[in-house]
């Protein structure tokens, strides 16, 4: 039971070069989600899952799109990639469905730290 | 409007002494509140969590958390520091709003001095 996986862990990127990351979990959660973390800001969400086929936008989308491609995986595709888009990023994934429960834990995998040159 | 504000960017706190790590909400919904920890070049795991029920929540490594609703705070402590729990700690709400989404703050670095 590997978690949440992320792949690259490491990538350089000249300006306008456009990358996709990658995420998979194996826990059979219906909600993901793509965050960045930069220095001071905490983290912020970029888009989520509720479930498989239904994307939405968070406090950061502009300049990325997401693909959810079946329930274990989640991609964040960079078409154009900018200096400000220099960050680590982090998937996560979590277990329940909103129903007017409580929210889920939220399980994070590695991160991939990116640099826009 | 920042929903969730996290007082202190570093704590520096004697290994033994007591760790309090200060987290305030705004909101007009008391939130779901959690606390989260990363360690060095790894992601964030779930330290704990308050939805309902009792306000003074243990969660793992001996940390607590206590939700004080008319401080809208959720404050982190740990009777004792640890080398250990040198790390950067967040906490994060989510608004009721219908959906699963969290708020994060901006994180605050905890040091421990040997």
């Known amino acids: 039971n590997a978690g949440v996986t992320q792949t690259p862990k490491f990538q350089v990127l000249k300006t306008g070069q456009s990358m996709t990351l990658q995420c998979a979990q194996d826990m059979n959660h219906n909600s993901m989600y793509w965050y960045r973390q930069d220095p001071g800001m905490g983290l912020r969400l970029i888009y989520y899952s509720a479930s498989e086929g239904t994307t939405d936008k968070g406090e950061v989308p502009n300049g990325y799109n997401v693909s959810r491609l079946n329930k274990r995986e989640f991609s964040l595709r960079l078409e154009s990639a900018a200096p400000s888009q220099t960050s680590v990023y982090f998937c996560?994934?979590?277990?329940?469905?909103?129903?007017?429960?409580?929210?889920?834990?939220?399980?994070f995998g590695p991160g991939t730290r990116l640099t826009v040159l | 409007a920042q929903s969730v504000t996290q007082l202190g960017s570093h704590v520096s706190v004697s290994e033994g002494a007591l760790v309090l790590l200060r987290c305030n909400y705004s909101?007009?919904?008391?939130?779901?509140l959690f606390w989260y920890v990363q360690y060095p070049n790894q992601g964030l795991q779930l330290l704990l969590k308050y939805t309902t029920g009792a306000t003074l929540v243990k969660g793992i490594n001996g940390f607590e958390a206590e939700f004080k609703k008319s401080e809208t705070s959720f404050h982190l402590t740990k009777p004792s520091a640890h080398m250990s729990d040198a790390a950067e700690y967040f906490c994060?709400?989510?608004?009721?709003?219908?959906?699963?989404?969290?708020?994060f703050g901006t994180g605050t670095r905890l040091t421990i001095i040997p």
């Open positions: 996560a994934s979590s277990g329940v469905v909103w129903r007017l429960v409580s929210p889920d834990t939220q399980y």
């Open positions: 994060a709400v989510n608004l009721r709003s219908g959906n699963e989404k969290l708020t």
């Open positions: 909101s007009s919904v008391p939130p779901y």
